[in-house]
């Protein structure tokens, strides 16, 4: 695909996700719960964010899209969780596997592998936390570091910006940021909806930065900014 024809996908990709209004349910921690709800309702999806708790991961099979953030897990790990990923794979639901340890706790790589082999379409890894991380074989597209600042996908590489350093003050942003791109991928392929839910929140917050006066009025102007900002902006913005 030329950088053309991905960035003008990008843009069709958040204009799609507006109209459709997509279900997507997003497995994250506590803290992270009342941002996460607010940015996909700001982008126009319909979220449910949940727990582990096996009424929640039943409830992922009517989702359009699934999000799951292994910092929900690390500290008890849930068995049901690798059968709701199989099945989310064998229905063809997209999902997102964002590999965030909790605190200074160590990932489990059995746990890890178990999840991988469900063929995510989207994997998160900070290489501060996971050095030489690699999975053969596996058809995901893969977003670097911690603020999402580069995307790489069938030996293509893109990178992303970081957006506005107030996101700092937001507790669930990175879970935020993953979400999106798991409510992309309803609506397009796993590299566009990797850039376009990286990029629709870094572009976001930039603009609410411009309006706001501290955190609080950012967080605001943040979710009023998701639903405002034009997908062919937020293609523009990655400057393809």
Aim: proline content about 5%.
């Amino acid at each position: 695909m030329s950088h053309s024809s991905l960035a003008l996908t990008i843009g069709f990709a958040a204009e799609a996700v507006r109209e459709e209004g997509p279900r997507v349910q997003c497995v994250a921690p506590r803290a992270a719960t009342p941002f996460v709800a607010e940015a996909l309702q700001g982008a126009g999806a319909r979220p449910l964010v949940t727990g582990t708790s096996p009424d929640a991961l039943e409830a992922a099979h009517g989702a359009q899209a699934v999000v799951l953030d292994l910092a929900t897990l690390t500290a008890e790990w849930n068995d049901a969780i690798v059968t709701t990923t199989a099945r989310l794979a064998a229905d063809g639901t997209p999902w997102v596997l964002d590999l965030t340890r909790l605190g200074d706790l160590p990932l489990h790589a059995e746990r890890v592998d178990a999840l991988l082999a469900n063929r995510p379409a989207i994997v998160r890894v900070n290489p501060d936390e996971i050095s030489g991380f690699g999975a053969p074989g596996l058809d995901a597209a893969i977003v670097w570091g911690d603020s999402a600042e580069r995307v790489t996908f069938g030996g293509r590489e893109v990178k992303v910006p970081l957006g506005s350093a107030m996101l700092a003050q937001i507790p669930g942003v990175r879970t935020a940021v993953s979400a999106l791109m798991g409510t992309c991928t309803v609506v397009t392929g796993r590299l566009e909806a990797a850039l376009a839910g990286a990029a629709w929140l870094a572009l976001a917050s930039e603009r609410a930065e411009e309006q706001s006066r501290g955190p609080a009025s950012f967080r605001t102007a943040l979710v009023d900014a998701l639903w405002t900002v034009r997908g062919d902006e937020i293609a523009e913005y990655l400057n393809l």
